[in-house]
């Protein structure tokens, strides 16, 4: 199981849960899960959010591996300067 | 842009030649060009013909000859710059030419030039103020001398009339007891507006006394402005810290400064004090040193 | 903790690709473009701050002989969809078409509102003049406090504040609002020994571009363009200009210009599109360049800011809580950096407890673009000033208080994350060893300290390698060559090749030229483009392998690739006596043995890593005048694998430049009217050669994980920390905590002696 962790902001989108134990390999899956469970948290990860796999950020994640206890943050999408 | 016709006559008599039709055919003179043409390339002049001065052979003269330094009309700043004599006895008048524009813009700028652009701030003016520096003023049949003291009119005005340009500018040079010196406050160490600009000549007796002196402030009024207040409060004196502070505290009261984006008032009064306690302290060390 | 590989090319500083074109006046910049028969387009600008548009009366203009084509508002699609995924993230269309071309109202002076196409452009300024707009002035909101004001005019009426609880039922001049929030703060300012709470605020700046912007354009009769322009992405170019026209990507063709410096204001467009419809009206290319005055008044800048910071610490020198009220001016469209400033603010210490709220506030001012890491300067002027004050306040080494406070690896960033390995540490121990920082100070001067961070960015990129058939290679990339780019692609390619660099040439491709780049931009090139590039390079060493196994006669597995040389094991070495094939004998022989080789690699670059830095400054404060001179500056930087390292310190030197003109001289001045007073560079105060000293740097190399070579990205940390180790310098030399920038003499002065400011 991968642990997803919810900063403040986005907690309203997943039933005011501040983590999520679930099950996937990659970060599609992940996604898939998600958007079972939590379809406006899915949407906003899809859209506008950045992903980082234990500590390392992912600005446009498809199908990264997962780890057996990865932590993911979901963050905001950094713009280029 | 628009369209005008350019000319640039090779000796003094087609120049006034030209000048005959300037009032008709409004004409601009053309030196180095580093305000003129950003000031076309802006749309605030837009004359029909612009005449190059510089393949005139009279104003590209620069040398010391009978007590004075020539200065052509078309003499950049940066030959100013590279001339020995000129830059040790008129130090000030050559620090405060080095000033105008950058390296670059010096290759091309006059003083001349920045004399007739007329801004208050303008680097070269007061210390050729102070200096006592005049032009040769030509027309198309007659020819005068101005002070370059007053030849500012206003911001971008003289008293050159449309059918008259400048040949050259010449300056006495100091005596063995007299000395200049000329600073600028900027915000930026070139390519920038003096916020206030201070020149000063003195000449000290075997005393050490002042026994005369000409202080200029630019940026304080609409045209730089000469300074007896500040004269006032150091004749006779010893330039010692008391006198300079009386000098600093008159120059206070020189001209009426504006605010704008380059400064408030209070700020360009308190600038002006400063910079003519160290222009005076400046200019009567150098005057001590030339007289030992 | 430095990388050790040995490296034959990276790491090393030779002349760059394009050096001979730079130097010698060859390479063309946006606005050298000419075309047979082109027009010259201008843009009419609103004179006013906010105004409705009434009406605009175009007959006359279109009357004058030499004028072609004149575009309004109404000759734009109405784009309706609101966000879209442009690539790098979501953009609001409908925004960037109306800041493009302003339609019922102009929101900032400078707006464009009409455009030209003339034969001429003393013809085409002429026709500005007689375009008849008439306009309906309404009160601008210039600034933070009046735009959040309770009865504040409103930029957009339809505009709710995102973020808060419940939708909100009026309209606000505030786009949204952000928090993150971790811990118990009360607690935390509870339990602390000394709390300290400031306010600071930042004014308006830009980038600085020396090149304006500029663009030509052409149109085919069956709708096909062709553009021209100076940009740090094509592609980003391309999808924003079909975007803003509803055309295909695939009916405009991007060809980037070579490019006088972006820092993030050449990654969105203004003129792209409007060059596109005066050409298509007029059926002639054209050609439009922005002046200086335009680029300031319609292009760029960053926010304006308001700081608000509360920091407590434990005597022993811990911070324990912080409380960070961030406020950003987004001009006149939504979108400031607010949220990558709230990210950043506290970022550099490991912090139990705080809270931080960012607002984006719209106001009548030109939309901001993204400035060399958007949001992080102003934020990290305020704490870093802040930790400076919190280690004077409790007699700790500043240094020495930020290295018991920072964040390493495995520490949670604030915003979320554990973090990678990152050179935070290192760059604090490089700063206090080093002969600056113990180095004495002279009367009037003072030394400050401040940290910066930024995230850098992967995002997309492609690359292909050409192998020519006398051994060289051609690396062909849509990345525009901003720092040096070319260089750094070449060195390695020619490290993964094993040939001499001088043997690849690295080129900027257009948009069907080349695979898909995101812009040169979030410090993402040699880490992103570059890693495409090592791939591609790959690619062509696997092909040798193969190519080489195939001339042998045995298995591609058998055949390794060392030194730029395909190598038999070793029996057939010995036995068969195989002389290695070197990449020059299989490049000569391709033809022959089944064609040339062609690497290539498209990628989405995830891993990029963040970059810290420490800056040391010096200065020298003139009492009397107020003027501050920096007389030492020192940018320390964990930058991962420095490529190319005479790139890498002019990266860290120019950022530290722009952000000393930033801390003493630069900011927007305007009117009560919302009119800047200063649209030129020389009342807009940025430094020149002669205000600064030689910035000393020292590369960290704390390698990336992520990257082949341990590539992090350099360009926009060093903009980060100069604001307040200025501040702070200034702080020591004077003993006044000033908190508005710009610390020119009026304002140091002010706070030396109240009565002369």
């Given at each position: 199981m991968v642990r997803v962790v919810l900063g403040n902001e986005l907690r309203a989108l997943a039933g005011g849960a501040d983590e999520l134990l679930l099950a996937a390999t990659d970060t599609q899956a992940l996604l898939a899960e998600l958007r079972r469970r939590y379809p406006a948290l899915a949407d906003h990860v899809e859209h506008q959010s950045a992903i980082a796999i234990d500590g390392l950020i992912h600005q446009h994640p498809f199908a990264e591996p997962l780890a057996e206890h990865s932590e993911i943050h979901i963050i905001p999408r950094i713009t280029a300067g | 842009m628009h369209a005008f016709q350019y000319v640039a006559p090779t000796s003094l008599a087609a120049a006034r030649e030209l000048l005959k039709d300037a009032i008709s055919v409004p004409t601009r003179v053309l030196a180095g060009g580093t305000d003129l043409l950003v000031q076309m390339r802006a749309g605030l002049h837009s004359p029909a013909r612009l005449l190059d001065i510089k393949k005139i052979p009279e104003t590209n003269v620069l040398c010391i000859e009978a007590g004075q330094a020539r200065i052509g009309a078309a003499v950049c700043a940066a030959r100013i710059g590279e001339h020995d004599a000129l830059r040790r006895l008129c130090p000030g008048v050559a620090e405060a030419i080095a000033l105008i524009g950058s390296v670059q813009v010096q290759g091309r700028a006059t003083v001349v030039g920045n004399l007739c652009n007329a801004s208050p701030a303008a680097d070269s003016v007061p210390a050729l103020m102070a200096a006592g520096a005049s032009i040769r003023v030509i027309g198309p049949d007659r020819e005068r001398w101005l002070p370059v003291a007053g030849f500012a009119v206003a911001p971008g005005r003289t008293l050159l009339a449309p059918d008259e340009l400048i040949v050259e500018l010449r300056l006495p040079v100091p005596d063995a007891h007299t000395a200049e010196a000329y600073q600028r406050f900027t915000p930026r160490a070139e390519m920038d507006i003096a916020v206030v600009g201070v020149g000063a000549r003195l000449t000290l007796d075997r005393d050490g006394c002042c026994r005369a002196a000409e202080v200029a402030i630019g940026a304080v009024a609409p045209t730089a402005l000469p300074a007896p207040e500040v004269v006032a409060a150091i004749l006779?004196?010893?330039?010692?810290e008391a006198a300079l502070t009386r000098a600093a505290a008159a120059a206070k009261s020189v001209g009426n400064p504006i605010s704008d984006k380059r400064g408030t008032a209070d700020f360009r009064r308190h600038i002006a004090g400063v910079l003519t306690r160290r222009v005076l302290r400046t200019a009567a060390e150098r005057a001590r040193q030339r007289s030992l | 903790m430095t990388d050790d590989k040995v490296y034959r090319w990276i790491g090393s500083s030779p002349v760059r690709p394009d050096g001979i074109d730079k130097v010698t006046g060859h390479a063309a910049f946006g606005a050298d473009r000419l075309l047979p028969g082109m027009l010259h387009g201008l843009i009419l600008r609103s004179p006013h701050a906010h105004a409705r548009i009434l009406s605009i009366d175009t007959s006359a203009a279109d009357r004058i002989p030499g004028v072609l084509a004149i575009v309004t508002g109404t000759d734009f699609p109405d784009v309706t969809a609101a966000m879209e995924e442009t690539g790098e993230s979501q953009i609001d269309v409908r925004d960037l078409a109306r800041n493009v071309m302003a339609r019922d109202k102009a929101l900032y002076h400078g707006h464009a509102v009409a455009a030209v196409a003339a034969t001429t452009t003393t013809i085409a300024e002429e026709a500005l003049r007689a375009i008849k707009v008439e306009y309906e002035p309404l009160p601008a909101v210039l600034d933070i406090e009046s735009a959040m004001a309770e009865d504040a005019p409103l930029l957009h009426e339809e505009l709710r504040t995102k973020g808060l609880a419940e939708m909100p039922a009026r309209g606000s001049n505030v786009a949204a609002v952000v928090t993150y929030t971790r811990g118990d703060p009360e607690a935390g300012f509870a339990a602390s020994d000394v709390v300290i709470e400031r306010e600071f605020s930042t004014p308006t700046v830009h980038q600085g571009y020396i090149e304006p912007h500029a663009v030509v354009a052409e149109c085919r009769p069956d709708d096909q363009a062709t553009v021209w322009c100076c940009t740090q992405g094509p592609f980003v170019v391309r999808t924003l200009t079909s975007k803003v026209l509803g055309w295909?990507?695939?009916?405009i063709k991007v060809i980037p210009s070579e490019i006088g410096g972006g820092f993030g204001g050449k990654t969105t467009i203004y003129l792209e599109p409007v060059a596109i419809l005066l050409a298509r009206k007029s059926g002639r290319p054209v050609k439009m360049v922005m002046s200086r005055e335009e680029v300031f008044r319609a292009t760029g800048p960053t926010s304006a800011s308001r700081v608000r910071i509360k920091l407590g610490a434990s005597r022993a020198g811990k911070i324990l809580a912080a409380e960070a009220e961030l406020k950003y001016e987004a001009g006149a469209f939504k979108g400031s950096p607010i949220t990558p400033g709230c990210m950043c603010v506290l970022v550099a210490y490991d912090i139990d407890n705080f809270r931080i709220t960012g607002y984006d506030v719209l106001v009548n001012k030109p939309k901001v673009a993204a400035y060399r890491a958007p949001g992080a300067p102003m934020a990290a002027f305020a704490m870093e000033s802040m930790v400076d004050e919190m280690a004077h306040r409790l007699g700790l080494d500043p240094i020495r208080f930020r290295l018991d406070n920072a964040v390493r690896e495995g520490s949670k960033a604030a915003y979320g994350p554990k973090f990678p390995p990152i050179g935070l540490v290192s760059c604090l121990e490089q700063a206090a060893l080093h002969p600056h920082y113990q180095a004495p100070l002279g009367p009037n001067q003072g030394r400050g300290v401040a940290v910066g961070f930024w995230f850098n960015v992967g995002m997309q990129s492609t690359a292909t390698l050409n192998v020519q058939e006398d051994g060289t290679a051609t690396v062909v990339t849509a990345s525009p060559d901003i720092g040096g780019s070319r260089a750094s692609m070449a060195l390695m390619a020619a490290e993964t090749l094993g040939i001499a660099y001088e043997r690849i040439n690295a080129v900027v491709g257009d948009t069907e030229m080349a695979g898909y780049c995101d812009v040169t931009g979030g410090s993402r090139t040699t880490f992103a483009t570059g890693m495409a590039v090592i791939q591609a390079a790959r690619d062509v060493v696997d092909q040798m392998r193969r190519r080489a196994a195939k001339i042998w006669g045995i298995d591609p597995d058998q055949v390794t690739w060392r030194d730029g040389q395909a190598i038999p094991p070793a029996e057939h070495a010995t036995e068969q006596s195989l002389p290695p094939l070197d990449f020059a004998a299989l490049a000569k022989s391709a033809a022959k043995t089944g064609g040339s080789f062609v690497g290539r690699a498209s990628l989405t670059a995830q891993g990029a890593g963040a970059g810290f830095g420490v800056h040391l400054c010096d200065v020298q404060v003139d009492p009397e005048t107020g003027k501050v001179d920096v007389v030492r500056y020192t940018a320390i930087q964990?930058?991962?694998?420095?490529?190319h390292r005479a790139y890498v310190e002019g990266q860290m030197q120019g950022g530290a430049a722009q952000g000393i003109g930033w801390a003493l001289n630069e900011a927007y001045v305007y009117d009560a009217h919302g009119i800047m007073e200063n649209p030129a560079f020389l009342d807009y105060r940025m430094p020149v050669a002669l205000d600064l000293p030689l910035i000393d740097t020292v590369i960290v190399e704390v390698p990336n994980p992520a990257h082949p070579y341990g590539v992090r990205g350099v360009g926009e940390t060093p903009i980060v920390p100069p604001l307040a180790a200025v501040a702070n310098a200034v702080f020591d030399a004077v003993g006044v905590r000033y908190c508005d920038l710009p610390l020119n003499p009026p304002r140091v002065l002010s706070g030396l002696l109240p009565a002369a400011g």
């Amino acid at each position: 199981m991968v642990r997803v962790v919810l900063g403040n902001e986005l907690r309203a989108l997943a039933g005011g849960a501040d983590e999520l134990l679930l099950a996937a390999t990659d970060t599609q899956a992940l996604l898939a899960e998600l958007r079972r469970r939590y379809p406006a948290l899915a949407d906003h990860v899809e859209h506008q959010s950045a992903i980082a796999i234990d500590g390392l950020i992912h600005q446009h994640p498809f199908a990264e591996p997962l780890a057996e206890h990865s932590e993911i943050h979901i963050i905001p999408r950094i713009t280029a300067g | 842009m628009h369209a005008f016709q350019y000319v640039a006559p090779t000796s003094l008599a087609a120049a006034r030649e030209l000048l005959k039709d300037a009032i008709s055919v409004p004409t601009r003179v053309l030196a180095g060009g580093t305000d003129l043409l950003v000031q076309m390339r802006a749309g605030l002049h837009s004359p029909a013909r612009l005449l190059d001065i510089k393949k005139i052979p009279e104003t590209n003269v620069l040398c010391i000859e009978a007590g004075q330094a020539r200065i052509g009309a078309a003499v950049c700043a940066a030959r100013i710059g590279e001339h020995d004599a000129l830059r040790r006895l008129c130090p000030g008048v050559a620090e405060a030419i080095a000033l105008i524009g950058s390296v670059q813009v010096q290759g091309r700028a006059t003083v001349v030039g920045n004399l007739c652009n007329a801004s208050p701030a303008a680097d070269s003016v007061p210390a050729l103020m102070a200096a006592g520096a005049s032009i040769r003023v030509i027309g198309p049949d007659r020819e005068r001398w101005l002070p370059v003291a007053g030849f500012a009119v206003a911001p971008g005005r003289t008293l050159l009339a449309p059918d008259e340009l400048i040949v050259e500018l010449r300056l006495p040079v100091p005596d063995a007891h007299t000395a200049e010196a000329y600073q600028r406050f900027t915000p930026r160490a070139e390519m920038d507006i003096a916020v206030v600009g201070v020149g000063a000549r003195l000449t000290l007796d075997r005393d050490g006394c002042c026994r005369a002196a000409e202080v200029a402030i630019g940026a304080v009024a609409p045209t730089a402005l000469p300074a007896p207040e500040v004269v006032a409060a150091i004749l006779g004196a010893r330039i010692d810290e008391a006198a300079l502070t009386r000098a600093a505290a008159a120059a206070k009261s020189v001209g009426n400064p504006i605010s704008d984006k380059r400064g408030t008032a209070d700020f360009r009064r308190h600038i002006a004090g400063v910079l003519t306690r160290r222009v005076l302290r400046t200019a009567a060390e150098r005057a001590r040193q030339r007289s030992l | 903790m430095t990388d050790d590989k040995v490296y034959r090319w990276i790491g090393s500083s030779p002349v760059r690709p394009d050096g001979i074109d730079k130097v010698t006046g060859h390479a063309a910049f946006g606005a050298d473009r000419l075309l047979p028969g082109m027009l010259h387009g201008l843009i009419l600008r609103s004179p006013h701050a906010h105004a409705r548009i009434l009406s605009i009366d175009t007959s006359a203009a279109d009357r004058i002989p030499g004028v072609l084509a004149i575009v309004t508002g109404t000759d734009f699609p109405d784009v309706t969809a609101a966000m879209e995924e442009t690539g790098e993230s979501q953009i609001d269309v409908r925004d960037l078409a109306r800041n493009v071309m302003a339609r019922d109202k102009a929101l900032y002076h400078g707006h464009a509102v009409a455009a030209v196409a003339a034969t001429t452009t003393t013809i085409a300024e002429e026709a500005l003049r007689a375009i008849k707009v008439e306009y309906e002035p309404l009160p601008a909101v210039l600034d933070i406090e009046s735009a959040m004001a309770e009865d504040a005019p409103l930029l957009h009426e339809e505009l709710r504040t995102k973020g808060l609880a419940e939708m909100p039922a009026r309209g606000s001049n505030v786009a949204a609002v952000v928090t993150y929030t971790r811990g118990d703060p009360e607690a935390g300012f509870a339990a602390s020994d000394v709390v300290i709470e400031r306010e600071f605020s930042t004014p308006t700046v830009h980038q600085g571009y020396i090149e304006p912007h500029a663009v030509v354009a052409e149109c085919r009769p069956d709708d096909q363009a062709t553009v021209w322009c100076c940009t740090q992405g094509p592609f980003v170019v391309r999808t924003l200009t079909s975007k803003v026209l509803g055309w295909d990507v695939s009916s405009i063709k991007v060809i980037p210009s070579e490019i006088g410096g972006g820092f993030g204001g050449k990654t969105t467009i203004y003129l792209e599109p409007v060059a596109i419809l005066l050409a298509r009206k007029s059926g002639r290319p054209v050609k439009m360049v922005m002046s200086r005055e335009e680029v300031f008044r319609a292009t760029g800048p960053t926010s304006a800011s308001r700081v608000r910071i509360k920091l407590g610490a434990s005597r022993a020198g811990k911070i324990l809580a912080a409380e960070a009220e961030l406020k950003y001016e987004a001009g006149a469209f939504k979108g400031s950096p607010i949220t990558p400033g709230c990210m950043c603010v506290l970022v550099a210490y490991d912090i139990d407890n705080f809270r931080i709220t960012g607002y984006d506030v719209l106001v009548n001012k030109p939309k901001v673009a993204a400035y060399r890491a958007p949001g992080a300067p102003m934020a990290a002027f305020a704490m870093e000033s802040m930790v400076d004050e919190m280690a004077h306040r409790l007699g700790l080494d500043p240094i020495r208080f930020r290295l018991d406070n920072a964040v390493r690896e495995g520490s949670k960033a604030a915003y979320g994350p554990k973090f990678p390995p990152i050179g935070l540490v290192s760059c604090l121990e490089q700063a206090a060893l080093h002969p600056h920082y113990q180095a004495p100070l002279g009367p009037n001067q003072g030394r400050g300290v401040a940290v910066g961070f930024w995230f850098n960015v992967g995002m997309q990129s492609t690359a292909t390698l050409n192998v020519q058939e006398d051994g060289t290679a051609t690396v062909v990339t849509a990345s525009p060559d901003i720092g040096g780019s070319r260089a750094s692609m070449a060195l390695m390619a020619a490290e993964t090749l094993g040939i001499a660099y001088e043997r690849i040439n690295a080129v900027v491709g257009d948009t069907e030229m080349a695979g898909y780049c995101d812009v040169t931009g979030g410090s993402r090139t040699t880490f992103a483009t570059g890693m495409a590039v090592i791939q591609a390079a790959r690619d062509v060493v696997d092909q040798m392998r193969r190519r080489a196994a195939k001339i042998w006669g045995i298995d591609p597995d058998q055949v390794t690739w060392r030194d730029g040389q395909a190598i038999p094991p070793a029996e057939h070495a010995t036995e068969q006596s195989l002389p290695p094939l070197d990449f020059a004998a299989l490049a000569k022989s391709a033809a022959k043995t089944g064609g040339s080789f062609v690497g290539r690699a498209s990628l989405t670059a995830q891993g990029a890593g963040a970059g810290f830095g420490v800056h040391l400054c010096d200065v020298q404060v003139d009492p009397e005048t107020g003027k501050v001179d920096v007389v030492r500056y020192t940018a320390i930087q964990d930058t991962g694998k420095a490529i190319h390292r005479a790139y890498v310190e002019g990266q860290m030197q120019g950022g530290a430049a722009q952000g000393i003109g930033w801390a003493l001289n630069e900011a927007y001045v305007y009117d009560a009217h919302g009119i800047m007073e200063n649209p030129a560079f020389l009342d807009y105060r940025m430094p020149v050669a002669l205000d600064l000293p030689l910035i000393d740097t020292v590369i960290v190399e704390v390698p990336n994980p992520a990257h082949p070579y341990g590539v992090r990205g350099v360009g926009e940390t060093p903009i980060v920390p100069p604001l307040a180790a200025v501040a702070n310098a200034v702080f020591d030399a004077v003993g006044v905590r000033y908190c508005d920038l710009p610390l020119n003499p009026p304002r140091v002065l002010s706070g030396l002696l109240p009565a002369a400011g």
